[in-house]
């Protein structure tokens, strides 16, 4: 198990226990890092079996269209279990509100006063009721502003945040803040955190996570590459994460060619010995007729 702030990650044991609907949000305009934590996330928690929905404010960009689970991801929660309430100002200017049933439609019917209505279309307000999330993560964003019109602040005050950021100028909010500025990624702490709490990390969560750390870290040759990185990734390879393709592992390929080869691939020259002969292309006229040698006889 990850060492991880034991505190809160008893008190996101028990939320989870306790709680059926979680909903996961991503700031505006997104990278891979954190829509791929976002992303596993999401898919873990599925498959424990709860609901869950993930937002993010804008549409998501072709960068991270090949993570696994991003047709999921809307731009408001879901709330398809919720009840839909219609609103028209109350002027006085109503005298009766009535409904039809008509060729598969509910018809309201708001009949107006002898003054007629003082309102029109743009004036009536539909809102669903008791679609709120009862707790919410917040991946990777430092601000709550960045959610826009995912996260309304009066309708979600009941709801209890959760902050996973590693960003230095995260705002610090929410019920349960785990902000580390030490960590290379967002993905590595989702990592973390979904081992600590003993959840499912199939290949594709995997694969997600491995995606956002080897982006976050310019696939782990950038020097802030924390410690923290290498040992989820070893985990997520474990688990059958699918290595990243593309322009990342060529730059990996072209570091790696750069780098001195342990074994030269020249062997270096001999030095010249100085005692050997230098070789003399031309012999005396006389090198190949026959020769005399006398010898000594004396004692």
């Known amino acids: ?17 306790k709680n059926d609907k979680i909903s996961i949000a991503i700031g505006k305009n997104p990278g891979i890092d954190e829509m791929a934590a976002a992303l596993a996330l999401y898919l873990s ?53 009535s409904y039809t049933r ?19 279309e743009r004036d009536i307000e539909f809102k669903r009721s008791g679609a709120d999330p009862s707790v919410v993560f917040i991946i990777g964003t430092p601000r709550l502003s960045d959610l826009g019109k995912v996260f309304d602040v009066e309708s979600l005050k009941d709801t209890t945040v959760i902050n996973i950021d590693n960003k230095e100028n995260n705002q610090g909010f929410g019920d349960i803040v785990l902000v580390s500025k030490d960590l290379s990624s967002v993905s590595e702490s ?6 600590s709490l003993g959840l499912n990390v199939d290949i594709d969560a995997s694969s997600n996570l491995l995606s956002g750390i080897s982006k976050a870290t310019d696939n782990f040759q ?12 070893a985990m997520l390879m474990k688990k059958g994460a699918r290595r990243t393709t593309g322009k990342d592992v060529r730059k990996t390929f072209d570091a790696i060619e750069e780098r001195t080869p342990f074994f030269p691939t020249t062997l270096p020259k001999k030095p010249e010995d100085k005692r050997e002969r230098k070789r003399d ?13 006398k010898g000594s006889t004396a004692i």
């Open 222 to 233: 950038n020097p802030r590459t924390s410690p923290m990185a290498f040992e989820m990734a």
């Open 45 to 97: 928690l599925i498959q424990s079996g709860k609901s869950v929905s993930i937002a993010c404010p804008t549409e998501p960009i072709v960068e991270v269209s090949s993570l696994v689970g991003i047709d999921k991801v809307k731009t408001a929660f879901d709330s398809n279990a919720s009840d839909l309430r219609v609103s028209f100002p109350d002027r006085g200017d109503i005298e009766k509100i």
């Open 1 to 17: 198990m990850v060492n991880m702030d034991s505190q809160a990650l008893e008190k996101i044991k028990e939320l989870l226990s």
């Open 190 to 195: 989702i990592a973390a955190l979904i081992s």
């Open 281 to 293: 292309d031309n012999p005396p006229d006389d090198w190949l007729a026959p020769k005399i040698y």
């Open 102 to 120: 008509e060729d598969g439609f509910i018809n309201i019917i708001v009949k107006a006063g002898e003054q007629g209505l003082s309102f029109d």
